[in-house]
């Protein structure tokens, strides 16, 4: 019957009001045992397992074992790095992960696209927890109402975009509405992930809210995203049948990747410079999905689960340079890499990963779609190329601002011993997907073949 699939989905609903109740420490226990029992029902399913009512349809294939298990990573982490005070992270992480499941497990785009945006506005509960000062307070209400109304903006364009595919399923002539269909849906996915030039919400959001949160928005709802975009490829592949409409999506990746490069180049603030840095790693997965051939698609799947371990590891040395230094504004502080080796360690190797240096996690997929836009877009992958060199140098620049130098006069409060653990391992994971890529590789390949949209 399929019916573990829908406890999948409503088990971290179901789990949200207990993890209110019951305060923060046991809240994130309950979070954490909800999301291992989700992790471990999705890859003991086959896909034979199917769950019907009524026109909702969960399944799981190739893609759902792969994709679950980073976004049960991304919600997990999220709950790590709530406020020491707030009672809301554990809560607003399970009805993320409730949502996201549903982004990934249900067989129609459309209601896929509804549970994308649930998450979107669910991720908004975490936002008071940063800060009681009333000016903060009034901040956030404007960041997070500029985000919520292009959230409404990007599920009307999705929501428009799978109702003309619908209808073209009904009435055919697909080719004439096809461009319609796929412009809806690339700006309606840009707002969603903060794609450049789409990314007007992200600056505010990205500095006022806590860090867990914009793990949520940032790393996990990305992840769904992307998934989005694919099923909808998938289910209706003539979107990508005209080599312009490929070149069309393949082009706002690469304008993403390079954007969101020089954005975060241009930045003062340690905060938006990582958040731009999310605005370009979507830009490389969009690139590769564009491009539409089987190794683009995979590289785009790899180096998407690459930037949720970078943007995890990212956010991670803010939040805890915020409770240690106060402000996180490029060149306030200097030196802290005597007093805090393990957070400039940390910093240091997400900086590496996610601005795609060998040896590296995102080194592999980046090479790939390097050399298949050589091929195919030459213009596009020199765009690529530079995003990459930009990227780079802005988190190396904001490295040796926060932690080269001489060190501050002040004593700064000891970092923990758990956080410095984290991070290594994390950069150890890392590593272990730069040097070993075919662990990630080999199953995402497998997923990939079945794809209907493929060159």
Same mark, same amino acid.
């Given at each position: 019957?399929?019916?573990?699939?829908?406890?999948?989905?409503?088990?971290?609903?179901?789990?949200?009001?207990?993890?209110?109740?019951?305060?923060?420490?046991? =809240?994130?226990?309950?979070? +954490?045992?909800?999301?291992?029992?989700?992790?471990?029902?999705?890859?003991?399913?086959?896909?034979?397992?199917?769950?019907? *009512?009524?026109?909702?349809?969960?399944?799981?294939? #190739?893609?759902?074992?792969?994709?679950?298990?980073? *976004?049960?990573?991304?919600?997990?982490?999220?709950?790590?790095?709530?406020?020491?005070?707030?009672?809301?992270?554990?809560?607003?992480?399970?009805?993320?992960?409730?949502?996201?499941?549903?982004?990934?497990?249900?067989?129609?785009?459309?209601?896929?696209?509804?549970?994308?945006?649930?998450?979107?506005?669910?991720?908004?509960?975490?936002?008071?927890?940063?800060?009681?000062?009333?000016?903060?307070? /009034?901040?956030?209400?404007?960041?997070?109402?500029?985000?919520?109304?292009?959230?409404?903006?990007?599920?009307?364009?999705?929501?428009?975009?799978?109702?003309?595919?619908?209808?073209?399923?009904?009435?055919?002539?697909?080719?004439?509405?096809?461009?319609?269909?796929?412009?809806?849906?690339?700006?309606?996915?840009?707002?969603?992930?903060?794609?450049?030039?789409?990314?007007?919400?992200?600056?505010?959001?990205?500095?006022?809210?806590?860090? @867990?949160?914009?793990?949520?928005?940032?790393?996990?709802?990305?992840?769904?995203?992307? /998934?989005?975009?694919?099923?909808?490829?998938?289910?209706?592949?003539?979107?990508?049948?005209?080599?312009?409409?490929? *070149?069309?999506?393949?082009?706002? #990746?690469?304008?993403?990747?390079?954007?969101?490069?020089?954005?975060?180049?241009? +930045?003062?603030?340690?905060?938006?410079?990582? @958040?731009?840095?999310?605005?370009?790693?979507? =830009?490389?997965?969009?690139?590769?999905?564009?491009?539409?051939?089987? /190794?683009?698609?995979?590289?785009?799947?790899?180096?998407?689960?690459?930037?949720?371990?970078?943007?995890?590891?990212?956010?991670?040395?803010?939040?805890?340079?915020?409770?240690?230094?106060?402000?996180?504004?490029?060149?306030?502080?200097?030196?802290?890499?005597?007093?805090?080796?393990?957070?400039?360690?940390?910093?240091?190797?997400?900086?590496?990963?996610?601005?795609?240096?060998?040896?590296?996690?995102?080194?592999?997929?980046?090479?790939?779609?390097?050399? *298949? =836009?050589?091929?195919?877009?030459?213009?596009?992958?020199?765009?690529?190329?530079?995003?990459?060199?930009?990227?780079?140098? /802005?988190?190396?620049?904001?490295?040796?601002?926060?932690?080269?130098?001489?060190?501050?006069?002040?004593?700064?409060?000891?970092?923990?011993?758990?956080?410095?653990?984290?991070?290594? =391992?994390?950069?150890?994971?890392?590593?272990?997907?730069?040097?070993?890529?075919?662990?990630?590789?080999?199953?995402?390949?497998?997923?990939?073949?079945?794809?209907?949209?493929?060159?």
């Amino acid at each position: 019957m399929g019916l573990h699939l829908l406890a999948v989905v409503l088990a971290p609903w179901l789990a949200a009001p207990l993890a209110l109740i019951f305060g923060r420490r046991a =809240g994130l226990a309950v979070a +954490a045992i909800t999301a291992v029992a989700q992790g471990l029902l999705v890859l003991g399913s086959s896909t034979e397992d199917v769950f019907r *009512l009524g026109g909702i349809v969960l399944r799981v294939d #190739g893609f759902d074992r792969l994709l679950a298990p980073t *976004l049960l990573f991304g919600v997990l982490a999220a709950c790590a790095l709530g406020e020491p005070r707030s009672r809301a992270i554990a809560p607003a992480a399970l009805l993320v992960d409730g949502a996201v499941m549903g982004v990934t497990l249900v067989d129609s785009p459309f209601l896929a696209s509804l549970f994308l945006q649930l998450a979107g506005i669910a991720a908004l509960f975490v936002l008071p927890a940063r800060t009681p000062l009333p000016i903060q307070l /009034a901040r956030e209400a404007v960041a997070g109402a500029k985000y919520l109304s292009l959230t409404v903006v990007s599920s009307l364009a999705l929501l428009g975009a799978f109702a003309l595919v619908e209808t073209t399923r009904i009435v055919g002539e697909a080719q004439t509405v096809g461009q319609v269909v796929l412009a809806l849906l690339l700006i309606g996915v840009a707002l969603r992930v903060a794609a450049f030039p789409f990314q007007v919400w992200l600056p505010d959001f990205a500095s006022i809210a806590p860090a @867990a949160a914009v793990v949520l928005v940032n790393a996990v709802l990305n992840v769904a995203a992307v /998934a989005l975009v694919v099923a909808a490829l998938a289910s209706a592949p003539w979107l990508v049948q005209p080599e312009r409409n490929r *070149l069309l999506l393949a082009s706002l #990746g690469a304008l993403s990747a390079l954007g969101g490069a020089f954005l975060a180049l241009n +930045a003062r603030d340690l905060r938006r410079v990582v @958040a731009y840095t999310s605005t370009a790693e979507v =830009g490389f997965v969009l690139y590769g999905v564009g491009l539409g051939s089987s /190794a683009s698609v995979t590289a785009a799947f790899a180096l998407l689960v690459t930037s949720v371990v970078s943007t995890t590891m990212l956010w991670t040395v803010i939040a805890n340079l915020e409770r240690r230094i106060g402000g996180v504004e490029l060149g306030a502080t200097r030196g802290l890499i005597a007093q805090l080796p393990g957070l400039a360690l940390g910093f240091l190797a997400a900086s590496l990963t996610a601005g795609g240096l060998p040896l590296f996690a995102a080194f592999p997929g980046r090479w790939v779609l390097y050399r *298949l =836009g050589a091929d195919l877009t030459p213009l596009l992958a020199v765009f690529l190329v530079a995003a990459n060199a930009c990227l780079l140098l /802005a988190l190396l620049r904001a490295f040796r601002s926060c932690f080269l130098g001489p060190p501050p006069a002040e004593v700064v409060k000891r970092e923990s011993a758990g956080v410095t653990a984290a991070l290594l =391992g994390l950069a150890g994971l890392s590593l272990g997907l730069g040097l070993a890529p075919s662990v990630l590789w080999e199953p995402l390949q497998r997923a990939v073949l079945g794809l209907p949209f493929l060159r």
